[in-house]
């Protein structure tokens, strides 16, 4: 089993930047490749940036490439979103997930076993 646990949502205004912030507790957390998932009101939980389990690989969804960085600490068993950029329509909760140590890195919400509670992301125009 392993637990997760998101912060650092908020209000930001179109533009600005937030870091969102995953912290697992459990398993070995290098056992777990991470990923961060949002979801809007009224649709699909999506993909947005997956890491592998020593972070030298990551991937992105097209929308989130160039302006998104997720990242990894596991002596500290945490994953990041760095944000920038931030647009109205990244409005939505945000996602921690853990997956298997898959290779490639899976971009389907269906690979992963553990999902946090979600944070709230609201970009402002």
């Known amino acids: 089993q392993v637990q997760l646990v998101e912060s650092g949502g908020g209000l930001v205004q179109a533009g600005g930047s937030l870091t969102l912030s995953c912290a697992a507790s459990g398993r070995p957390f290098s056992d777990y490749g991470m990923g961060w998932f949002r979801q809007a009101p009224g649709k699909e939980r999506e993909f947005v940036a997956g890491i592998n389990w020593s972070g030298r690989q990551t991937t992105y969804a097209n929308y989130a490439e160039g302006r998104f960085t997720i990242s990894r600490d596991n002596a500290k068993n945490t994953v990041h979103l760095q944000m920038n950029s931030l647009k109205p329509e990244d409005t939505a909760v945000y996602y921690c997930?853990?997956?298997?140590?898959?290779?490639?890195?899976?971009?389907?919400?269906?690979?992963?076993?553990?999902w946090g509670q979600g944070t709230q992301v609201t970009v402002s125009s």
């Open positions: 997930a853990a997956s298997r140590p898959y290779y490639p890195i899976r971009t389907q919400p269906i690979d992963y076993d553990y």
